[in-house]
């Protein structure tokens, strides 16, 4: 979706604040409604008083604080998704623990977070506002899937026809994601084998206390080994580097090797890490053996690295709008003519290993 866009055709949204601090709750009530196109229809102090008021108005959007009295954020997303499933943006403290809560959310369900720190935000604020807004517009009106219902489908994808992508001689997979990132990069590499024979690097647009904990969690349930990124690291096959929250990854060949850098540079990117650095580079150091995926997300970041990897003769593959919770970055790569495939999130690991086999 582009800037100003909503997914509710212009309709007003309507959104119910829940936190347990006073100062919270009318902070991000004022923030929402700078924008013209948000109603925030009420606060709820609790899960509880939450979970009454998602019953009583129907709310577009929730936000919801992860920590709370008498019911926690978990707690009342599980109810929400379980009976009145809608968009559920979560409220994170920038913690170790508010990582791996926020992570367990997104898999029950919500469809993205913001942090908690507003009241120490200073200049900040106006950024946090903004991508406040930016979200719940992005979100409102899209059909969410809880945690529940994915677990009850089958594993194994559904077999459709596969694209005519060229196949073999893949030497890296750069893979891009934002907004409904975490679940479905769980969905692709908990599908991929431990032997797949390349490596893969992963930017998930994330804070830095949540990068670690997030790859950890994926290690813990992929045959692959997953791992946060360290600078110097070495690209092995059936490993997949997620790259750190608040740096950018590049890659440099060293001999037979290829080796992660980690660094602040470039400046002026609207995200760091940014699926456009990395996916350059990648273009850059593997030219025609580079696989680029591009996942659901906000925005266009990974549009200009998908544009290298094209220009190298690497493939390209993009999830389809169905299955996306917000179909930006891969609208993006779509409409500019640099997917040579869109594919489903359920046949997406199938394809990727595919187009990954040596001949």
């Given amino acids: 979706m582009g800037p100003g ?28 409604e700078t924008d013209p196109q948000i109603e925030v229809v009420a606060t709820a102090r609790d899960g509880l008083d939450g979970l009454e008021k998602v019953q009583k108005l ?41 990582a791996r809560a926020t992570l367990s959310a997104l898999d ?15 200049q900040d604020i106006v950024t946090i506002r903004d991508q406040l807004i930016q979200k719940v517009k992005a979100v409102a009106g899209r059909r969410v899937r809880s945690f529940l219902s994915r677990a009850h489908r089958k594993a194994a994808a559904p077999a459709g026809p596969m694209p005519s992508v060229r196949s073999g001689d893949v030497g890296l997979v750069a893979v891009g994601a934002s907004t409904g990132g975490p679940p479905a990069l769980q969905t692709i590499l908990t599908r991929l084998p431990a032997h797949f024979p390349a490596p893969l690097v992963i930017v998930q647009h994330m804070p830095p206390a949540f990068t670690g904990p997030f790859a950890q969690r994926l290690d813990s349930v992929c045959a692959l080994t997953v791992s946060e990124a360290s600078h110097g690291q070495t690209l092995q096959p059936g490993h997949a580097l997620v790259a750190p929250g608040g740096k950018h990854l590049t890659l440099r060949r060293r ?23 990395m996916m350059s580079s990648a273009a850059a150091t593997y030219r025609q053996q580079c696989l680029g995926v591009i996942l659901t997300g906000m925005g266009h970041d990974g549009q200009e690295g998908m544009a290298a990897i094209k220009r190298t003769q690497g493939r390209t593959l993009a999830q389809d709008e169905a299955s996306c919770v917000v179909y930006g970055m891969p609208r993006a ?10 594919v489903d999130l359920e046949n997406m690991a199938r394809v990727i290993g595919r187009v990954a086999e040596s001949h």
């Fill in 255 to 277: 001999g037979t090797r290829v080796e992660v850098v980690l660094s602040d540079e470039p400046a002026k990117t609207l995200h760091r890490p940014s699926a456009d650095v």
């Fill in 58 to 98: 129907n709310p577009d959007v929730v936000t919801l604080d992860v920590e709370m009295p008498r019911l926690d954020g978990l707690g009342a997303l599980a109810r929400i998704m379980a009976t009145s499933p809608r968009p559920v943006i979560m409220i994170s403290s920038l913690t170790t623990e508010g």
């Fill in 333 to 342: 790569v779509v409409e500019a003519g640099l997917a040579d495939a869109v």
């Fill in 108 to 122: 029950m369900g919500a469809v993205d977070f913001i942090p908690k720190d507003l009241g120490r935000a200073g």
């Fill in 5 to 32: 866009s909503d997914g509710q055709g212009g309709k007003l949204i309507r959104v119910l604040v829940v936190d347990d601090s006073s100062f919270m709750r009318q902070s991000l009530k004022r923030m929402l």
